[in-house]
């Protein structure tokens, strides 16, 4: 899995990050139904052209660490406003951009603890949406 800045600089995260919210999205948009005169149901629908959340996590505390470096290069990217970039994993490439209204990156240490050094792992989820 690898996600490209525009500059072309870019990071490659962990394929064991599991992309959590997959399957809880539709590209269709519905709005409520409403009752005519006539008791008819008018109902509007179209096709959404970008705005898919795509969360990736690790699926335990086990596995899908990555070191310090990379943690704060994704922290620093999710900081640049208006910068799209490009995720290639399994499912396919997309346009995204960091999803910083609900915690674009978070990231804690494997050990529970310290995390100071270039070395140290971290258990991160990012937090993404299609642009």
Do not use: C
């Not at 990050?17 to 539709?26: G, N, P, Q, T, V």
């Not at 005519?36 to 699926?59: D, F, H, M, N």
């Not at 704060?72 to 346009?95: I, R």
């Amino acid at each position: 899995m690898k996600l490209i800045h525009p500059d072309g600089e870019s990071i490659i995260l962990s394929d064991s990050l599991l992309w959590r919210d997959e399957f809880d999205w539709s590209n269709l948009a519905q709005t409520e139904p409403e009752r005519t005169l006539s008791g008819a149901y008018i109902v509007q629908q179209g096709i959404k052209q970008s705005g898919r959340p795509i969360t990736l996590e690790p699926p335990d505390d086990s596995m899908a660490w990555h070191k310090r470096q990379i943690t704060e290069k994704l922290q620093a990217w999710a900081m640049q406003p208006e910068t799209k970039f490009t995720l290639v994993m399994a499912q396919g490439t997309f346009n995204v951009i960091f999803d910083n209204a609900h915690g674009a990156v978070s990231a804690k240490p494997v050990l529970g603890f310290g995390g100071t050094q270039q070395d140290d792992y971290f258990l991160v989820s990012i937090k993404l949406i299609t642009a």
